[in-house]
């Protein structure tokens, strides 16, 4: 059981990314600690720190329900993008990378290249 992560387009065939329920908050983690956030410290994660003390574009991906939930618009896509593509673009330049790091890279690249498809065709990333 797990989630996957794609534009709605209707296509099938498409790029998705795809996560078990472990991996993604994982990757969440990863993120939100790039952005300086620690998410045992924001509510709905098991602290008192409210989603609105802190600036991020990050935060409707890092915010996200586990459980599918609603999808992240195209506009949201457009400011979540270039962020991801920053983060990969400096996981890649790294030295040295353990196998942690590489999955990173790969979970990365998946979904840069799904946000990618959202934002050239204008629809919402889903969760399903």
Do not use: K
């Not at 498409?14 to 410290?41: I, K, N, Q, T, V």
């Not at 999808?71 to 030295?95: G, N, Q, V």
Request: glycine share 8%; with cysteine; charged share 20%.
């Amino acid at each position: 059981m797990g989630l996957c992560l794609f534009p709605e387009d209707g296509n099938t065939d498409g790029p998705e990314a795809c996560f078990s329920y472990h991996e993604f908050s994982s990757f969440r983690r990863h993120l939100a600690s790039a952005e300086g956030l620690s998410l045992d410290a924001m509510q709905g994660f098991g602290g008192d720190s409210s989603w609105g003390d802190f600036t991020t574009v990050l935060e409707p991906l890092l915010n996200h329900p586990d459980d599918h939930g609603r999808s992240i618009s195209f506009e949201e896509c457009s400011l979540i993008l270039p962020r991801l593509e920053d983060l990969l673009s400096d996981l890649t330049l790294a030295p040295d990378t353990d196998s942690e790091v590489r999955n990173l890279i790969r979970q990365l690249s998946n979904l840069v290249a799904v946000l990618r498809v959202c934002v050239q065709n204008h629809v919402e990333l889903g969760f399903m």
